[in-house]
């Protein structure tokens, strides 16, 4: 069993930062990737971004030089530092790992 607890999600203005936290426990030592994944409202969840535990690192086009994923392996959290915000930036932000999600963080970022 996994557990990811998100933290980090607030209101925004457009062009502004937030920083994401997702800390994981539990059956971390299986855990090989982990990402974030997000869902606007009257909109399919859909991926962002996703980071191996080898540090290798993939980004939808979307967000591609405004967010950046990172983690650290000692406190078994990984980061999204979401940079440029936009109005459709706005969504509930869900922390993953394979068969695993966090309860979810709403981002708002309004114009």
């Known amino acids: 069993q996994v557990q990811l607890v998100e933290s980090g999600g607030g209101l925004v203005q457009a062009g502004g930062s937030l920083r994401l936290s997702c800390a994981a426990s539990g059956s971390i030592f299986s855990i090989k990737v982990m990402g974030w994944y997000r869902q606007a409202p009257g909109k399919q969840r859909e991926w962002v971004t996703s980071?191996?535990?080898?540090?290798?690192?993939n980004y939808a086009d979307s967000v591609k030089g405004r967010f950046t994923i990172s983690r650290d392996n000692a406190k078994n959290t990984v980061y999204l530092q979401m940079n440029s915000l936009k109005p459709e930036d706005t969504a509930v932000y869900y922390c993953w790992c394979p068969a695993y999600w966090g309860q979810g963080t709403q981002v708002t970022v309004s114009s």
């Open positions: 980071i191996t535990s080898g540090g290798n690192t």
